[in-house]
C-alpha cells in the first residue's frame, strides 16, 4: 500500500509540474509580413482561427525550426503556443511553438 501511495504522489507531482502558464495554443493562420516602423504592427501578422476576438495578431519573429521566413507563400495554416509580449501593443506576442498544418 505504501508503494502505491508513493507512486500516486509521484504522478500527481509529475501532472502538476506540466501545466500551461501563461501560453495559448491555437490553431491560427499565418497571412503575411508586414515591414513597418511601428512597433506594435511590424512582423508576421497571425490570424487565431479559435477566436474571433482577437483579431489579427502580430510576431516579430517566428522560431526558426517552423522553417517560415519573410519570403515564404502566404497564407499558411498552423498550430501555435505563445505568449502576450507587451500590455502597451496588445497585439503583439512571442509565438514559442510553430507547427505547420
Do not use: W
Not at 507512486?7 to 502558464?21: M, V, W
Not at 512582423?43 to 517560415?68: C, R
Amino acid at each position: 500500500m505504501k508503494k502505491i501511495s508513493i507512486l500516486l504522489g509521484a504522478a500527481l507531482i509529475f501532472l502538476g509540474a506540466c501545466t500551461k502558464h501563461d501560453q495559448n495554443r491555437n490553431t491560427a493562420q499565418i497571412t503575411g509580413y508586414a515591414t513597418t516602423a511601428d512597433p506594435c504592427s511590424g512582423g508576421f501578422t497571425i490570424k487565431v482561427t479559435d477566436d474571433d476576438d482577437k483579431g489579427n495578431l502580430v510576431a516579430k519573429t517566428l522560431p526558426a525550426e517552423a522553417g517560415i521566413t519573410q519570403y515564404s507563400v502566404f497564407p499558411i495554416n498552423v498550430e501555435i503556443d505563445y505568449t502576450q509580449d507587451d500590455k502597451t501593443c496588445e497585439s503583439l506576442i512571442t509565438v514559442t511553438r510553430v507547427r505547420k498544418l
